[in-house]
């Protein structure tokens, strides 16, 4: 399986109303450096209603600026439609985050 499948694959193991981030999904295919590649499978997501990759957030939980689907605004409003708080375009980390391991 390439990376960015394999990147789609951990993503829709995110559960409902939980994040992760790009280090985190990089570690989980033991690619801990790859963080940025993450980021950019996700801008390339070829289906976001079935990979959602709205979960992904960077490591101090910020949204991303870029996000290609609707920007940070269509972000967050996905994000707090499935419960999840954002203030200040940033999402608690210690409540929100998923680890995979």
Do not use: W
Not at 83 to 97: A, S, T
């Amino acid at each position: 399986m390439d990376f960015y499948n394999q990147v789609y694959e951990l993503v829709k193991l995110i559960p409902l109303g939980k994040v992760t981030t790009y280090g985190e999904i990089a570690r989980a295919m033991n690619r801990p450096h790859s963080s940025r590649a993450v980021g950019y499978a996700l801008h390339s997501n070829p289906m976001p209603m079935i990979i959602p990759c709205h979960r992904v957030v960077n490591r101090f939980g910020e949204l991303s600026k870029g996000f290609k689907f609707g920007g940070m605004n269509a972000q967050k409003n996905l994000l707090q439609n499935e419960g999840v708080i954002v203030e200040n375009g940033k999402v608690d980390l210690d409540r929100y985050m998923f680890f995979f391991f």
